[in-house]
Structures are given as structure tokens and as C-alpha cells.
């Protein structure tokens, strides 16, 4: 029997790609929301002795985190004979440690959750800053897989000479490895964060890349001052409008109008979240981790 791919009714597009790519079946996880805010999930399809992948990526993941548990564990009380999690996005990865005193450091009890509740998991480029792998945060076997090697592709294919910008220290691991691939220089920027839309970045003299097409990459794009304000840096030296480049469309609030207010050029996503800037597919190593993973099942 083909595994089953269960997705939260209108929260997947990805989904369809996926299923037909890998030869998986498609089934619906049927979400309803009650008046006082509780949610009942239902799952229609047969899952008795079934290999199960629940899709879910995890933007505004406090809406959907009880009921990606209930689906999980319904799934079992059901007879799937194993349920993974797909998580495109993963959430929560940024507060890994206790930044004032008293404060939950939220990645960790998320990942006692996800962990308990699933066999395995495959998700993309999730935020590792203080954490050095997954493993060290998820107690449960893990596969993560890179959009870098597709951004660099993508960068070669639709960029003349470009130059990387990293807008913080958390972004070198992806833009020193696009760069790398692409074979273009990078410069990587400080930023300081005053509050959750209040970002100060520091750009160095970078007058000499004036005649190259700076991109900015950055793994998460949530209320987009962060690119904002290092897009305001490059411009004031005189440098062209730059392209956006990120793994995660969060989009916060009003991130488009703030980027477009501050003079980027254009913003491009992956499809972890569905979003109008995706523009990098990354269904095929998808695909092939939930491979990798339901061989070892
Ligand atoms: C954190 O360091 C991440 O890599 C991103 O830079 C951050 O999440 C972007 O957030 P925002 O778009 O809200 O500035």
C-alpha cells in the first residue's frame, strides 16, 4: 500500500505536487472549529496499517498545533502502522534561548510535543542558531532538507553578477552557501533587535559592489524589517534596488508594503508557505527525504 499524505484542508498546495512526485495518496485531515474556539479533526480514509505523513507547515503554528497533535494521534488510535510529521516550515526555532528572565524558551517544550507525538520528522532549513542540529533539540529521528542548493540555482539562472548580502550573523550559514554555489561574493551585515518590528542594522562601506546586483538572503522573511532596513542601508551607498531572497514567505502583518516601501526590487520565496513570492519548488528533495524516511519505517 502507497503511504498516505494527510493535509489540513486548504493549508497545503504543495500537497498535490508532492503526491503525485513521490506516488503517494492524498487524504484530507477535516478541521472543525467550534464557537468557543475548541477544534474537532476528522480523518475519512482507511488508515489501518498505513505508513502516514502529516503535512503542516507551521506559520501561525499556535492555530494549528492542537489539531496537528489530535490528527497525529487519532491516526494511531486508528491503526496507522506509523505517522510522520512534514513540516516545510518549523516553528518556534528562534526563541532557543531565555532572552529576559522568566521567559518560556518556546523551542524547547514545541519539540517535546512534535517529538512525542510523531515517528519522524522532515522539515527545511529550520532556524538553527544555538541549536547545532535538530537532533539536539527533537527526540525523534529527523531529516532536514536544504533549499540552498535550488536558491543558488536560481540565482545563477535569473541574476548577472550579483552580490550576497547575509543582513546578521544567523544568516551566514545560508548566505555563505548560496554565494559558494552561485560562486559570488557575499558580505554579511550586524543587526541588533529592539523589538519585534525594530531592527538596527549596521552596514559596513560597500561602496566597491556598486556595479553588481546586491541580493539579500535570509532564511525567514516574517515582518520583513530585518531585509527592510538592510535594503535602506544599500541604497543610501548607492547601490541598484535589491532583490529579496528567502527560504520562509512568514509575511507578518505588513512585511510586502514595508519592503516596498524601503526600494527592494523584487522578493523571491520558497514554497515552504505558500506565498505570491515563491518561486523556488523544492517538492523533489522533499520527496526524496519522506523516501529516505519511509524506508527505514
Ligand atoms: C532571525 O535571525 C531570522 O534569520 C530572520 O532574520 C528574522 O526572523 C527576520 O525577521 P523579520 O522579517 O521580522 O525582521
Given at each position: 500500500?502507497?503511504?498516505?499524505?494527510?493535509?489540513?484542508?486548504?493549508?497545503?498546495?504543495?500537497?498535490?505536487?508532492?503526491?503525485?512526485?513521490?506516488?503517494?495518496?492524498?487524504?484530507?485531515?477535516?478541521l472543525?472549529?467550534?464557537?468557543?474556539?475548541?477544534?474537532?479533526?476528522?480523518?475519512?480514509?482507511?488508515?489501518?496499517g498505513?505508513?502516514?505523513?502529516?503535512?503542516?507547515?507551521?506559520?501561525?503554528?499556535?492555530?494549528?498545533?492542537?489539531?496537528?497533535?489530535?490528527?497525529?494521534?487519532?491516526?494511531?488510535?486508528?491503526?496507522?502502522?506509523?505517522?510522520?510529521?512534514?513540516?516545510?516550515?518549523?516553528?518556534?526555532?528562534?526563541?532557543?534561548?531565555?532572552?529576559?528572565?522568566?521567559?518560556?524558551?518556546?523551542?524547547?517544550?514545541?519539540?517535546?510535543?512534535?517529538?512525542?507525538?510523531?515517528?519522524?520528522?522532515?522539515?527545511?532549513?529550520?532556524?538553527?542558531?544555538?541549536?547545532?542540529?535538530?537532533?539536539a533539540?527533537?527526540?525523534?529521528?529527523?531529516?532536514?532538507?536544504?533549499?540552498?542548493?535550488?536558491?543558488?540555482?536560481?540565482?545563477?539562472?535569473?541574476?548577472?553578477?550579483?552580490?550576497?548580502?547575509?543582513?546578521?550573523?544567523?544568516?551566514?550559514?545560508?548566505?555563505g552557501?548560496?554565494?559558494?554555489?552561485?560562486?559570488?561574493?557575499?558580505?554579511?551585515?550586524?543587526?541588533?533587535?529592539?523589538?519585534?518590528?525594530?531592527?538596527?542594522?549596521?552596514v559596513?562601506?560597500?561602496?566597491?559592489?556598486?556595479?553588481?546586483?546586491?541580493?539579500?538572503?535570509?532564511?525567514?522573511?516574517?515582518?520583513?524589517?530585518?531585509?527592510a532596513?538592510?535594503?535602506?542601508?544599500?541604497?543610501?551607498?548607492?547601490?541598484?534596488?535589491?532583490?529579496?531572497?528567502?527560504?520562509?514567505?512568514?509575511?507578518?502583518?505588513?512585511?510586502?508594503?514595508?519592503?516596498?516601501?524601503?526600494g527592494?526590487?523584487?522578493?523571491?520565496?520558497?514554497?515552504?508557505?505558500?506565498?505570491?513570492?515563491?518561486?523556488?519548488d523544492?517538492?523533489?528533495?522533499?520527496?526524496?527525504a519522506?523516501?529516505?524516511?519511509?524506508?527505514?519505517?
Amino acid at each position: 500500500m502507497s503511504p498516505l499524505l494527510l493535509c489540513f484542508e486548504g493549508r497545503a498546495p504543495f500537497a498535490a505536487s508532492l503526491a503525485r512526485l513521490a506516488g503517494f495518496e492524498e487524504a484530507p485531515v477535516a478541521l472543525h472549529r467550534f464557537p468557543d474556539g475548541e477544534s474537532l479533526v476528522r480523518l475519512d480514509a482507511r488508515l489501518a496499517g498505513r505508513d502516514c505523513i502529516v503535512f503542516c507547515t507551521l506559520r501561525a503554528p499556535d492555530e494549528i498545533l492542537f489539531p496537528l497533535l489530535a490528527a497525529a494521534y487519532t491516526a494511531r488510535e486508528l491503526g496507522a502502522r506509523s505517522v510522520g510529521l512534514l513540516a516545510p516550515y518549523l516553528a518556534y526555532m528562534r526563541q532557543d534561548r531565555r532572552f529576559n528572565a522568566g521567559e518560556a524558551v518556546s523551542s524547547r517544550p514545541f519539540a517535546q510535543l512534535i517529538s512525542t507525538h510523531f515517528d519522524w520528522l522532515v522539515t527545511v532549513d529550520p532556524h538553527l542558531h544555538r541549536y547545532p542540529r535538530l537532533d539536539a533539540l527533537y527526540r525523534l529521528p529527523s531529516t532536514v532538507v536544504s533549499a540552498v542548493p535550488l536558491m543558488a540555482d536560481w540565482l545563477r539562472r535569473n541574476v548577472d553578477r550579483p552580490v550576497l548580502v547575509g543582513p546578521d550573523e544567523e544568516s551566514l550559514q545560508w548566505v555563505g552557501a548560496v554565494a559558494e554555489l552561485a560562486g559570488a561574493p557575499f558580505v554579511v551585515l550586524e543587526k541588533r533587535r529592539h523589538g519585534d518590528a525594530d531592527v538596527e542594522i549596521a552596514v559596513p562601506d560597500i561602496e566597491r559592489w556598486r556595479d553588481r546586483t546586491p541580493v539579500l538572503v535570509d532564511d525567514i522573511l516574517s515582518t520583513g524589517q530585518t531585509l527592510a532596513q538592510t535594503v535602506r542601508g544599500l541604497r543610501a551607498q548607492g547601490l541598484a534596488a535589491p532583490l529579496c531572497l528567502a527560504v520562509h514567505a512568514v509575511f507578518a502583518g505588513d512585511a510586502e508594503r514595508r519592503l516596498a516601501d524601503a526600494g527592494a526590487a523584487r522578493l523571491v520565496t520558497a514554497n515552504t508557505i505558500a506565498h505570491a513570492t515563491n518561486a523556488i519548488d523544492l517538492t523533489a528533495p522533499v520527496a526524496h527525504a519522506l523516501r529516505t524516511h519511509l524506508r527505514r519505517t
